[in-house]
């Protein structure tokens, strides 16, 4: 009997061991996205140098996103289009404020279902963040003077289509619409280059404050493209992407939450806010204090009439034939 104990207790033991090790294996693969789910993923966020960008670079400075355990990478571009690439392309997780809507809904349209907007920037002639500038010298006195001149515009189809329609419909017939990085648009309009310059904030104070240049009419897009000057233009938004929203559910809503923190910071304290424009903008010290700032709507203080007018802004692009179909606004609102 006892010859045969031996064996037994043998393969018991080794089917413990065994039992055992399995069982540490299967707490190593259970512990294993424990662990990784505690750990903040890091949030790629694209942005293009300029004032609307202001929550994004207070959130960034103040460390409302740190406090929210999140790891935020801002990632400069020398355009919006490149914000939107670099999302689709996987190379950023989301948008800053700033970023051409048009672009967004661009990528939106190429790969549909991508972008998710939760903040956007709403500008009129109010709320200055598009304007035309001229040289300060220059005898134009409203947009028809500049018929058959040279108009810069920033980089990218929303910037370039915009320009064009409100020359169109402001009488500059003939007009031509020339591509430049925003931050050589005060120094082409020095040179001679270009006579005029569709641009946005804070490219019109810089040439304001050093004497080059002057503005000719500000809130444009509200005032010709939605026919109101005080109509909310919703140019630019911020944006998280779905594929990030849906593999990081609760860091997208604490990211979500810390962005609104950096949007009521810029809202009740925009004396203060200004200085975080240093670094992110061509603008800094007391210049800061000078730039005109956009407005803010959050994605659940969208009313219906927001709505429609940023469905009139997308409608132009389709009317246009830039989008290849018409997208409605409502499909890329996120939802909390």
Aim: charged residues 20%; proline residues 6%.
């Amino acid at each position: 009997m006892k010859h045969h104990a031996a064996p037994a207790t043998v393969s018991s033991r080794r089917r413990q061991l065994i039992q055992l090790g399995a069982g540490a294996t299967v707490l190593g693969a259970l512990g294993a996205p424990q662990v990784h789910a505690q750990a903040a993923p890091k949030v790629r966020i694209g942005y293009w140098p300029i004032a609307a960008g202001l929550p994004f670079y207070a959130a960034i400075e103040l460390g409302y996103f740190k406090e929210a355990g999140l790891d935020v990478e801002p990632l400069k571009f020398a355009g919006a289009q490149q914000v939107m690439e670099a999302v689709l392309s996987n190379r950023a997780d989301g948008t800053a404020n700033g970023t051409g809507s048009a672009n967004i809904a661009i990528g939106e349209i190429a790969q549909p279902g991508t972008f998710k907007i939760f903040c956007s920037n709403p500008s009129n002639v109010k709320n200055v963040l598009d304007e035309v500038i001229v040289p300060v010298a220059s005898p134009a006195k409203v947009m028809a003077d500049l018929k058959g001149k040279r108009v810069a515009s920033g980089p990218g189809i929303q910037n370039v289509t915009l320009a064009k329609t409100i020359l169109e419909r402001g009488g500059a017939t003939g007009a031509t619409v020339v591509e430049l990085p925003i931050g050589q648009h005060v120094a082409a309009l020095a040179a001679g280059q270009v006579d005029g310059a569709y641009t946005l904030e804070p490219t019109g104070t810089i040439g304001r404050l050093n004497g080059t240049t002057r503005v000719l009419e500000a809130g444009v897009i509200a005032r010709y493209v939605l026919g109101d000057p005080m109509a909310p233009w919703f140019g630019g938004s911020a944006s998280l992407s779905s594929d990030f929203i849906k593999k990081n559910p609760e860091a997208a809503k604490k990211f979500v939450a810390a962005y609104g923190k950096g949007v009521t910071y810029v809202r009740t304290k925009a004396t203060e806010a200004r200085q975080y424009l240093k670094g992110y903008t061509p603008i800094e010290g007391a210049l800061t204090g000078e730039v005109p700032l956009a407005a803010y709507t959050m994605y659940n203080e969208f009313t219906p009439a927001d709505v429609a007018h940023f469905q009139k802004f997308f409608d132009l692009f389709s009317e246009k034939g830039i989008f290849s179909s018409r997208l409605m606004v409502e499909t890329m609102l996120y939802k909390g």
